[in-house]
């Protein structure tokens, strides 16, 4: 049975909440301008965690063209994979997707499988975590595509992070590089480069 509901880790800070944020529901790293935006709003009281994965949810153009539009049961898959990179397990699924955890909406379920993460699952989160933040405040142009491969491939392996980070120093992101260890039904694309676009900015 999943874990109940926790409160957020108090021991990570605003940022790294931020990007962790990102990449379940937006599954990309944060543009560097929207994260200090956000950061600075809850640092100062303004705005709670809570209102900014609502505030995602809500007015999102990316969320609500990917996750907005599946199925309770895709989110969940979809989640585990961008959280954890691997699929959710068999009563997990079905828990959250038909049992009672089906009525918790999917800026609380985001926060509820990060609170039940296993050892193995909050390794993988937390690499994840490393290798957005350095995307964010290394790449010289900030880019929706690219931001996703940042950390899409990255796992519990401490090398799949350094293969980020090389992609982001070099401005180059090749799938075949990032993805040496690929799951079922990943698609290998050879090289990504994009154009800017940044993160919408709307209080609730």
């Known amino acids: ?26 599954g990309r790293a944060a543009e560097k301008g929207g994260l200090q935006y956000w950061a600075e709003e809850i640092n100062s009281d303004k705005l709670t965690l809570e209102q900014l994965r609502a505030n995602i949810v809500n007015t999102q153009r990316d969320y609500q063209e990917t996750l907005g539009k599946m199925t309770r049961q895709q989110e969940v898959q979809v989640l585990s994979q961008r959280l954890f990179r691997r699929d959710p397990e068999a009563e997990g699924l079905k828990y959250w997707a038909e049992g009672d955890g089906k009525s918790v ?25 490393i290798a957005a933040t350095y995307y964010t405040n290394n790449i ?65």
């Not at 909440?17 to 937006?26: A, C, D, K, S």
Request: proline share 4%; charged share 25%; aromatic share 4%.
């Open 105 to 129: 909406n999917v800026n609380q379920l985001v926060l509820a499988l990060l609170a039940g993460a296993s050892p193995a699952d909050q390794k993988v989160i937390d690499n994840k975590i």
């Open 1 to 26: 049975m999943p874990r109940p509901l926790l409160a957020q880790n108090q021991q990570i800070n605003t940022g790294q909440q931020i990007q962790r944020i990102y990449i379940g529901l937006l």
């Open 140 to 204: 010289k142009t900030y880019d929706y595509e690219t931001s996703k491969l940042a950390v899409k491939y990255v796992d519990s392996d401490s090398k799949s992070v350094a293969r980020s980070k090389t992609a982001v120093d070099s401005n180059t992101f090749d799938v075949e590089q990032l993805n040496v260890n690929p799951q079922p039904g990943e698609q290998q694309v050879k090289l990504i480069k994009g154009t800017e676009r940044a993160d919408k900015i709307t209080r609730q």
